[in-house]
């Protein structure tokens, strides 16, 4: 981690410690508010440790509180998540004294899945599914050039799950082989009847979407499985935007996830 | 009152309306009230017990001091007002709390004008049986982890790093999670009341 993160980390924990006097506290508020990656960092030393949910359960010390206040007042950010996080907060309880809970237990996290026999399972099946679909395109292709060989052609089948993320984090894979088929696994968050998904490079000038499928639908464990061919994913960055199908036949923005593709010696 | 400007310019803006309030700028001083009043009433209102009058009269109290050392340039870092209102504020608290009659709200009867028409924030103004009504919707299209996480956060109060331990995530993708819900539900929640009802009825027409 960067020497001078740890710094202001530390000042901060200092600044919500109540270990500043009145005019440093006064001081720090001002350079943090005035400097947007200082603020950015501040707001996510915030969220990390929970401060507006700590300050609603009454669990800050009289300093925090102090501290975590004035920042408040000053950040609107800041304000609005502690409104939202009171709405959330009191409308679940809400919710629940009145009956109207949505019943059933969740799955267990994805990440767990991941490493369970379920998720061997599922990603059995999907590599029997994408493997016969990759071997039909495959087919296709070669017999649109006029290339009858192609029993001798072989693929293998990559699950990449991604993480939805928020700043600077993205997910990284290394360059697919080109004979590869790639499954991207994505977890919309939210249940819709049908999706859209497009890859879409960022921060080049060449075509941005290079990937999308509509129609699609959650396979087990609320995941959206996107097969592609490996030699689809060149280097460079992306974006893998996912929509939901509405009512009136349209689609609706639902999460946009990073992905950064890198050369396979990276 | 929109609040309109970048929150990365706060120092500057604190600075720049402390320096305009310092020559007798009186829209300044509107413009400080606007800026942060709802905001400190809100923490005020928290510490008093949920006693709205007098929190008002707390928090005018804290305005027409804070704007008086601003017009006679007393403050020693005009770039925080808001952490030198918050000083105010939490010190006429503590006074108070150890009185027993309402104090009398001094004279600048423009001032508090302006402060009595501060409204809250549209966020703010969202009623309880409005954010039960959209949650409600919300956690229905939620997926099913997704819920879990919230409802073991927000209503069984599990802390962050059990609810990481048993479903195996990151901090991050919890962070992830919890923040992606809560934008949608603000965004559920922002959504003018009028406009919804319109894409209602379109659907309805839709499926005559």
């Not at chain 1, 950010?77 to 907060?89: A, C, G, K, N, P």
Request: charged fraction near 30%; include cysteine.
């Amino acid at each position: 981690m960067n020497p001078q993160y740890i710094r202001d980390d530390l000042l901060i924990g200092n600044f919500l410690a109540g270990k500043l006097g009145d005019e440093d506290q006064e001081e720090f508020l001002a350079d943090y508010l005035g400097d947007p990656e200082r603020l950015e960092q501040l707001r996510g030393y915030v969220r990390d440790r929970e401060l507006a949910e700590r300050f609603l359960r009454d669990e800050l010390s009289d300093h925090e509180r102090d501290a975590f206040e004035k920042l408040c007042i000053a950040d609107s950010v800041l304000y609005d998540e502690l409104i939202m996080t009171e709405h959330l907060q009191q409308g679940l309880h809400g919710l629940d004294a009145a009956g109207q809970l949505p019943a059933g237990g969740a799955s267990r996290g994805w990440r767990g899945w991941l490493h369970s026999p379920q998720y061997a399972m599922a990603a059995s099946i999907l590599l029997v599914v994408s493997l016969a679909f990759s071997g039909l395109l495959l087919r296709d292709n070669l017999s649109l050039r006029g290339e009858q060989n192609f029993a001798s052609v072989s693929t293998d089948t990559r699950l990449v799950p991604l993480v939805t993320t928020r700043g600077d984090a993205t997910n990284t894979l290394p360059q697919p082989g080109r004979n590869e088929w790639t499954v991207l696994l994505v977890d919309p968050g939210l249940t819709y009847d049908e999706y859209r998904a497009s890859v879409r490079r960022t921060g080049g000038d060449t075509e941005p979407t290079v990937w999308e499928q509509s129609g699609l639908e959650l396979m087990i464990y609320e995941q959206l499985a996107l097969g592609m061919p490996g030699s689809t994913l060149t280097p460079g960055d992306y974006e893998i935007v996912i929509e939901g199908g509405t009512e009136d036949g349209g689609y609706e923005h639902i999460t946009a996830v990073p992905l950064s593709v890198v050369a396979a010696d990276e | 009152v929109t609040d309109t400007q970048e929150p990365e310019l706060e120092k500057q803006i604190s600075a720049e309306l402390a320096e305009r309030i310092g020559r007798g700028d009186r829209t300044a001083e509107q413009r400080v009230c606007e800026r942060y009043y709802q905001r400190l009433l809100h923490f005020i209102r928290r510490r008093v017990g949920g006693d709205m009058a007098l929190a008002e009269d707390i928090c005018q109290q804290t305005f027409l001091k804070g704007l008086e050392k601003l017009r006679n340039r007393e403050i020693k870092n005009p770039a925080s007002l808001a952490a030198y209102l918050h000083g105010i504020a939490v010190k006429d608290v503590m006074n108070e709390t150890r009185k027993s009659g309402r104090r009398a709200t001094s004279a600048d009867s423009e001032l508090i004008d302006t402060m009595a028409d501060i409204r809250p924030t549209a966020l703010e103004e969202i009623s309880e049986e409005q954010v039960r009504a959209e949650l409600h919707r919300h956690l229905d299209r939620l997926s099913a982890h997704d819920r879990d996480v919230l409802i073991r956060l927000y209503l069984r109060e599990e802390s962050r790093e059990s609810i990481c331990a048993s479903e195996g995530y990151s901090p991050q993708q919890f962070n992830n999670i919890v923040w992606r819900a809560k934008e949608r539900l603000k965004k559920q929640l922002l959504e003018p009341a009028d406009a919804r009802r319109q894409g209602e009825s379109k659907i309805v027409n839709l499926t005559r």
